[in-house]
C-alpha cells in the first residue's frame, strides 16, 4: 500500500489544541504494540480506500519487524492526566533503509506514516517526523525519502509546506507483485 499521511481536520468541527511537549512522546515500537500496528495499518488501509490490499498479521510484523529488523517502527502517544495516567497511541510510521548509488549512502524510507482522527492537527505527525528526521541523521543518511498518492491533497499540503518537501514528478513508482515476480525466474531464457 502507498505510504500516506492521513491528514485533514480532527473529526470534532472545533478545532482541538496541539499536544503539549511534556505529553506527546514518540518512541521505538515494540512487539507488544502489534495490535496497535495492525490497527493503524487497517485504519490507513481504509483511508485510502484499499482494505483489501490489507495483508498484515501479527506473524508477519513479529516476523519482519521485530526478528529479522526489514524495517523500524515508532509509536506516537500522548499521556493526558498527569503523573499515572496511561498513554494513549495516537500514530505510527513505519520505515526502512534503501541504498542511493548517487550518495553511495543508505537512506531511510518512510513506508507509512499514520495519526488517528483524534490527534491530527495537534502534533503527532511533526513528532513522528521530527525523530525520523533524527534517525535519518544518526544513521548517516542523506535522503528521507516516501509515497503520496496524487489525491492525498491534505497530506501533500503538509509535506511540502510545513516540511518543506519537494515532489519528485520527474519518477514514477513501478511494482511486480507475486506472479509478476515469479516471471522473473524465465525472463530472457525463451529467446
Known amino acids: 500500500m502507498p505510504p500516506t499521511f492521513a491528514s485533514g481536520p480532527p473529526p470534532s468541527s472545533s478545532r482541538a489544541a496541539p499536544f503539549s511537549s511534556s505529553s506527546l512522546v514518540v518512541r521505538p515500537a515494540k ?9 493503524f495499518i487497517a485504519d490507513l488501509a481504509k483511508y485510502e480506500e484499499a482494505p483489501e490490499s490489507n495483508h498484515s498479521t501479527v506473524e508477519l510484523l513479529q516476523e519482519n519487524i521485530f526478528d529479522k529488523g526489514f524495517a523500524g517502527a515508532l509509536i506516537a502517544e500522548i499521556k493526558e492526566g498527569g503523573v ?15 541504498f542511493s548509488t548517487w550518495t553511495a549512502k543508505p537512506s531511510l524510507f518512510l513506508e507509512d506514516l499514520y495519526v488517528s482522527p483524534q490527534a491530527r492537527n495537534r502534533g503527532a505527525g511533526k513528532a513522528l517526523f521530527r525523530e525520523l528526521g533524527a534517525i535519518a541523521e544518526r544513521e548517516g543518511c542523506p535522503r528521507l525519502d516516501w509515497n503520496v498518492l496524487e489525491w492525498n491533497e491534505p497530506s501533500i499540503a503538509f509535506y511540502t509546506k510545513v516540511l518543506g518537501a519537494h515532489k519528485m514528478n520527474e519518477w514514477r513508482t513501478c511494482r511486480l507483485e507475486g506472479e509478476g515476480i515469479t516471471r522473473l525466474r524465465s525472463l530472457g531464457l525463451d529467446s
Do not use: F, K, Q, W
Not at 512487539?31 to 490497527?39: A, H, Y
Not at 499515572?84 to 534503501?98: L, Q, R, S, W
Open 31 to 39: 512487539p507488544s504494540d502489534i495490535p496497535t500496528l495492525l490497527r
Open 84 to 98: 499515572g495516567a496511561e498513554a494513549n497511541a495516537v500514530g505510527m510510521a513505519i520505515y526502512c533503509h534503501t
